[in-house]
T-cell receptor, first 115, second 110 residues
């Protein structure tokens, strides 16, 4: 299957700082990327959907000013957690799909810990 | 709104046993259903993808079935091994994105 690379795999940051997570499609053009969040012992919840060159569509309850998503190219999307707080500590994972295939591929995930 | 549930929440079996994991979804209007494996602190590994027009898919010791009309899928694991220990997630696609179930935590004891 296609490869989606997510970086970093883990990050620890101080409360109040911002953290950027990158999601790259390595061998296909990702027209659509999805960002999910997973709290401990819970399932993955969709945060937002982004199409290349357009503003992201956020799910209800997700603050768009706090979780900035940029999808400026067909191979890269970024999620920036701004002014992070301990309650933002979670596992963030991206998924990408191309224009032709309906199949989506997942990155390895990023474990964010805010102290 | 699509909701996905998985039973059991956790399962512990001795090595060599065959087992079945269950997944239910509330809205049968889906493009496909996919089973994933997630190891602790790791991302997702796709196991099997079943298109809405299909009834089952097989890969090695794994077999997944789909009954869209009843909103159910099962993942059958044959001859379980300790390396199968992980959380198994079921996800449906009503549109572009996935709706995930809460997962079944499987422990296979040597």
């Amino acid at each position: 299957g296609a490869v989606v690379s997510q970086h970093p795999s883990w990050v620890i940051c101080k409360s109040g700082t911002s953290v950027k997570i990158e999601c790259r499609s390595l061998d296909f053009q990702a027209t659509t990327m999805f960002w999910y969040r997973q709290f401990p012992k819970q399932s993955l919840m969709l945060m937002a959907t982004s199409n290349e060159g357009s503003k992201a569509t956020y799910e209800q309850g997700v603050e768009k000013d706090k979780f900035l998503i940029n999808h400026a190219s067909l191979t890269l999307s970024t999620l920036t957690v701004t002014s992070a707080h301990p309650e933002d500590s979670s596992f963030y994972i991206c998924s990408a799909r191309g224009e032709v295939s309906i199949e989506a591929f997942f990155g390895q995930g990023t474990r964010l810990t805010v102290v | 709104k699509q909701e996905v549930t998985q039973i059991p929440a956790a399962l512990s079996v001795p090595e060599g046993e065959n087992l079945v994991l269950n997944c239910s979804f509330t809205d049968s209007a889906i493009y496909n259903l996919q089973w994933f494996r997630q190891d602790p602190g790791k991302g997702l590994t796709s196991l099997l993808l079943i298109q809405s027009s299909q009834r089952e898919q097989t890969s090695g010791r794994l077999n997944a079935s789909l009954d869209k009309s009843s909103g159910r899928s099962t993942l059958y694991i044959a001859a379980s091994q300790p390396g199968d220990s992980a959380t198994y997630l079921c996800a449906v696609r009503p549109g572009q994105n996935f709706v995930f179930g809460p997962g079944t935590r499987l422990s296979v004891l040597p």
